[in-house]
């Protein structure tokens, strides 16, 4: 079974600093990965996502994330963080299935607020 | 840029009454999904459907729930007779192949008297 784990359901940094929200994922074949980003009052979107390819993912407004095998970790950093970049994040794991779908499993989510 | 869509976006409804959702996939993908996400909790993935059918669907998904796909456009999520624990967003979405990348729409909030 696939599950990922994130840790802090709260995250608070300073305008500025970095972002660092962590993942940790379990799944007995290899994963794709993503993170997705939900602004209040709205759905979700894709941030970046990972696919057996590069271990480093960069994806939209400046984030990027490291697949981590060793470590079963995917972890999403920004190097100076944004008021804009208030909202709640989710970490989410889909593994392929030869003859089945894919459905994908999310995390509980991590709430990024950014002090000014 | 393409983008699913969801109506309504809120929807009030009396416990034991019927409500559909409906969804409005990218128009070249294959593949379409429901999740909720109860207030506070995750975001739990509920049914694939695809080629006309069910692919894949999650113990949430009992004989309340029913998906159809009535046109080439529209996509749905019928809930027979709700209940207060079907308070919850709903979120639709699709991928246009097995694997690829799941766009979400925007959501339908249901609450449920």
């Known amino acids: 079974a696939q599950s990922v784990t994130q840790l802090g359901s709260h995250v608070s940094v300073s305008e500025g600093a970095l972002v660092l929200l962590r993942c940790n994922y379990s799944s007995s074949v290899p994963p794709y990965l993503f993170w997705y980003v939900q602004y209040p009052n709205q759905g979700l979107q894709l941030l970046l996502k990972?696919?057996?390819?590069?271990?480093l993912v960069k994806g939209i407004n400046g984030f990027e994330a490291e697949f981590k095998k060793s470590e079963t970790s995917f972890h999403l950093t920004k190097p100076s963080a944004h008021m804009s970049d208030a909202a709640e994040y989710f970490c989410a794991v889909s593994v392929g299935n030869s003859g089945g779908y894919q459905k994908v499993t999310f995390g509980i989510g991590t709430k990024l607020q950014v002090i000014p | 840029e393409p983008e699913v869509t969801q109506t309504p976006s809120h929807q009030v409804t009396q416990m034991g009454q019927e409500v559909i959702l409906r969804c409005v996939p990218i128009?070249?993908?294959?593949?379409f999904y429901w999740y909720r996400q109860i207030l506070g909790q995750k975001v739990e993935f509920l049914v694939s459907?695809?080629?006309?059918?069910?692919?894949?669907k999650s113990e949430i998904f009992d004989d309340q729930f029913s998906v159809e796909r009535p046109d080439g456009s529209n996509f749905t999520l019928k809930i027979r007779s709700t209940k207060l624990e079907d308070s919850a967003m709903y979120f639709c979405a699709s991928s246009p192949s097995l694997g690829d990348t799941q766009y979400f729409g925007p959501g339908t909030r249901l609450t449920v008297l």
């Open positions: 990972y696919t057996s390819a590069a271990t």
């Open positions: 128009s070249n993908h294959l593949y």
């Open positions: 459907f695809y080629n006309n059918e069910i692919s894949e």
